[in-house]
């Protein structure tokens, strides 16, 4: 479980993905009861969790058995039952466990990123400021044309190509100039 004293290394930036992306990647608990519900006798609902050998058990002894006195329905609907006790501790389980693969993620990125810019000497204005070496082939270009500025992500600096229209290290949207 990421605890209110790991969210408090986190900018407010990264908070808002942090967020944002625990709750994009979280089960659902609506779609985890409709499925045990409406397919629980299959284990609908343990496929949705990546619980697999017992969803593909439930499922095999569910239509090999059905056949014989609707053992199979008998024994699954059993299973079932007992399932929709634990769906909530799945469901804790699971969110836990994402956000702290989020809370990872994001640590290691601010990690690398703080790393970056000890190694990086100049700032990305300075090295805006810096000419950019010829490439060899300036023959036939004019002495105007030769020295290119690079453009760079407002937002964490990264060093962009001219087609680019959004930086590829944080998302940011890059105006058009």
Sequence with gaps: MVSILDKSKLTDKELLIFNQEVADRKKNPVIAYLLWWFTGFMGGHRYYFGKYGSAIAMTLIFWLLVWLFGLGLII???????????????????????????????????????ANQAENVFSPAQQAAQPVEPNGDDEQESPADST?????????????ESSMTFCPECGTKIANS
């Design 148 to 160: 290119v500025t690079p453009r760079f992500c407002p937002n964490c600096g990264y060093q962009l």
């Design 76 to 114: 699954t609907g059993i299973w079932a039952l007992v399932d929709v006790f634990l769906i909530s501790g799945w469901l804790k389980r699971d969110n836990e466990e994402v956000s702290k693969e989020v809370f990872d993620e994001l640590m290691m990125k601010h990690q690398y990123m703080a």
